[in-house]
């Protein structure tokens, strides 16, 4: 079952939050996709096939539409998830870099900042002056966004299992995440091998993806309220409150007190 509920709207751009809650299966039936859009997940994650191509959505993997084709989901894992449909006029499409850098369905890697970009989008329908604070908010996602789209590889199928069976372990709790080597030799494979398998699928490291992972913790976490910064970086798997700070500063532009101004109800 698919719900959705209205963040933000402007007379060029949409905000939803969609909450799925499906369960493991097979693939859903084809649905048209009718608007430029990009869409985060906040948490979960799921599969989606588009031209042939099958690219996984995360909480530090996102995705591009454009319109004119046909869409298929898939959800591997129980639990379901929760994204925000971010839906952008034809006109500021191509007002922005968006037209130039994403005229095609394209991954998009969602590093600290336009994670932080996502949150406090989400924020402004409570805001003073939500239509400004959207606007402004949206503006900085998608220059973050446009740097870091990269088009989806098509791969073999045990590419893809391996892939996604290390990124479970990174987003979960799985102690043998701690490392490539543990991991690689959980997961039945070579450190190279994962290694070569991670980037080639994902488009990014498997080290930068796991500092990604751990970031979208944290916000999440200092978003909820939490106080304790030490605890927090303990938790995540940082090595100290000073290793969670400069992580968090590469990765969003900001310490963890200041975002935890910026996300402050």
């Known amino acids: 079952m698919r719900t959705t509920r209205l963040i933000a709207q402007d007379p060029d751009f949409t905000v939803r939050t969609v909450v799925c809650q499906e369960h493991a ?22 599969q989606v096939r588009t031209r042939g191509v099958v690219s996984a959505a995360d909480t530090v993997t996102g995705y591009w539409q454009t319109p004119g084709h046909e869409q298929q989901f898939a959800h591997p894992h129980d639990g379901g998830d929760v994204c925000t449909s971010i839906t952008l006029s034809p006109r500021l499409w191509h007002e922005t870099e968006c037209a130039a850098s994403a005229d095609a369905d394209r991954v998009l890697h969602v590093d600290g900042r336009t994670n ?9 329908s409570v805001a003073a002056d939500p239509a400004f604070g959207a606007a402004e908010q949206l503006v900085g996602l998608l220059t973050a966004s446009v740097a870091r789209t990269t088009s989806p590889s098509r791969t ?31 997961l039945g494979t ?4 994962l290694s070569r398998c991670f980037r080639r699928d994902v488009g990014v490291s498997i080290t930068r993806y796991r500092i990604r992972v751990r970031i ?20 995540l798997g940082f090595a100290d409150q000073a290793h969670l700070t400069r992580a968090a500063h590469a990765e969003t532009g900001h310490t963890p007190a200041r975002l935890r101004a910026l996300l402050a109800a």
Request: hydrophobic letters at 45%.
């Open 156 to 186: 073999t199928a045990a590419s893809r299992r391996l892939v996604d069976a290390a990124r479970q372990a990174l987003a979960g709790s799985d102690p043998a995440a701690s490392g490539l080597i543990p991991l690689a030799r959980a």
């Open 190 to 193: 070579s450190p190279s091998h």
């Open 116 to 124: 932080l970009h996502h949150r406090l989008l989400l924020r402004t």
């Open 216 to 235: 979208s913790r944290a916000l999440a976490r200092i978003e909820d309220g939490e106080r304790d910064l030490a605890a927090l970086a303990a938790d």
């Open 25 to 46: 299966g097979g693939w859903s039936v084809e649905e048209p996709v009718e608007a430029h859009q990009i869409v985060l997940v906040r948490s979960g994650a799921f």
